[in-house]
């Protein structure tokens, strides 16, 4: 998911060191909340669906009972594997699984009637170069889904947001206010996205055990998120309920129908999946 191997290399440690938590948090894989891209992406029996990113597999599986198939990319193999074992428990013969990256799908121009990607960009140096892979690969009539955390128009609290999340995921690059994934849509001349706001709950502790934070320093962790508490200063709504603290990110998903167009040639690039 990236072109600087520095990061690259951050994205294999982080993603590999946490395949196995991540793909068994709730809070991340919580069925209504997946079912959120499978809403906004309609799918039907004779589609085919891509994830880009995808992580342990959790919205592959979502859409594969609904389309004809389901494919899964992702850059790191014990994520992957995650995926696999996630369609083998569920039952699931029509997922396939592909290693790759999210800035040159191995895939044809229009080979998908719908490309998702949930809970990457921010992890992205070049958001817009993924989201044009996206719509290159999505046929015109097809949907391209949009989801990911969201920072606050407050530059304060994001820039608090982006240096806890820096720490706490070294391989993060920024969440970005909702305006910046919107204009994501314009110079791929898609039509304004359709909107729909959630949060990703968590309890403090949950997510501190679950992260793999720069140094190893789960205590400047703990820090960073207990002192936003007065003011909520990450944007987060962080709040003591007792002993507890409880937070969450915002977050959104954004879907376009990619319009047909008479200047479409053919051309491909990579191979047809």
Known sequence: MSTNPSHKSLIEDQFSRQAELFAAAPELHDA?????????ARPSATDESLDIACGPGSVVAAFA?????????????????QGRALASREGLPNIEWRQGDVYALPFADGAFDIVTCRFAF??????????????????????????DGLASDD??????????????????????????????????????????????????ESLIAKSFPAND??????????????????????????DVIRLAYPAAVLVATKPASPFITGTTRGDRP
């Open 122 to 147: 921010h992890h992205l140096e070049q958001p817009e170069r993924a989201f044009a892979e996206m719509v290159r690969v999505c046929r015109p009539g097809g949907r391209v889904v949009l989801c």
């Open 217 to 242: 320093d789960r205590a400047l962790l703990r820090r960073m998120i207990a002192d936003s508490v007065a003011g909520d200063g990450l944007g987060m709504n962080a709040r003591r309920e007792g």
């Open 32 to 40: 209504a909340m997946v079912r959120l891209l499978v809403d906004a």
């Open 155 to 204: 530059p304060a609290k994001a820039a608090a947001l982006n240096a806890m999340e820096l720490h706490r995921d070294p391989s993060t690059v920024a969440f970005r206010p909702l305006a910046v994934l919107t204009d994501l849509f314009v110079p791929a001349e898609l039509p304004l996205p359709h909107i729909q706001m959630f949060q990703v709950p968590f309890e403090a």
């Open 65 to 81: 009972p609904h389309v004809r198939r389901a494919v899964g990319l992702d850059a790191t193999a014990a994520m992957l594997e």
